[in-house]
C-alpha cells in the first residue's frame, strides 16, 4: 500500500509542477502585448485621419473596442496563469504532505 501512495504523490508532484510551470508562463508571456502595440498604434493613426475626416470616426470606434478587448484578454490570461501556479503550489503540497505520511 505504501508503494501506491508514494506513485500517487509522485503523480501529484509532476502534475502540480506541470501546472506550475504552465501558469508561470501563462503569465511572463508576452504574446498579447505585439499585438496590443500594434493596435494602439494604428489607433493613434486613425485618430488623426478622424480629425480631419469624419467618415474615419466608426473605425476609430471600432479599434477602441478592439483595443479593449486584448486588454480584457491579456488581464484573463493573466488571471488563468495565477489560478495555475495556485493550483500547481498546492498540488505540489498534498503531495509533499503524502509523502510525509508514507515514511511516518
Known amino acids: 500500500m505504501t508503494v501506491l501512495k508514494t506513485i500517487m504523490a509522485i503523480v501529484l508532484f509532476l502534475l502540480g509542477s506541470i501546472a506550475l510551470l504552465i501558469g508561470l508562463g ?18 493613434s493613426r486613425l485618430g488623426a485621419k478622424a480629425a480631419h475626416d469624419a467618415a474615419f470616426l466608426p473605425l476609430l470606434e471600432g479599434a477602441s473596442r478592439l483595443v479593449e478587448s486584448v ?6 490570461a493573466v488571471g488563468v496563469g ?17 509523502i510525509g505520511q508514507v515514511g511516518g
Do not use: H, K, P
Open 26 to 43: 501563462m503569465i511572463l508571456s508576452r504574446e498579447y502585448l505585439d499585438a496590443l502595440r500594434s493596435l494602439t498604434r494604428e489607433s
Open 71 to 76: 486588454t480584457r484578454m491579456v488581464q484573463t
Open 82 to 98: 495565477a489560478f495555475l501556479c495556485l493550483l500547481g503550489t498546492g498540488l505540489c503540497a498534498l503531495a509533499y504532505w503524502m
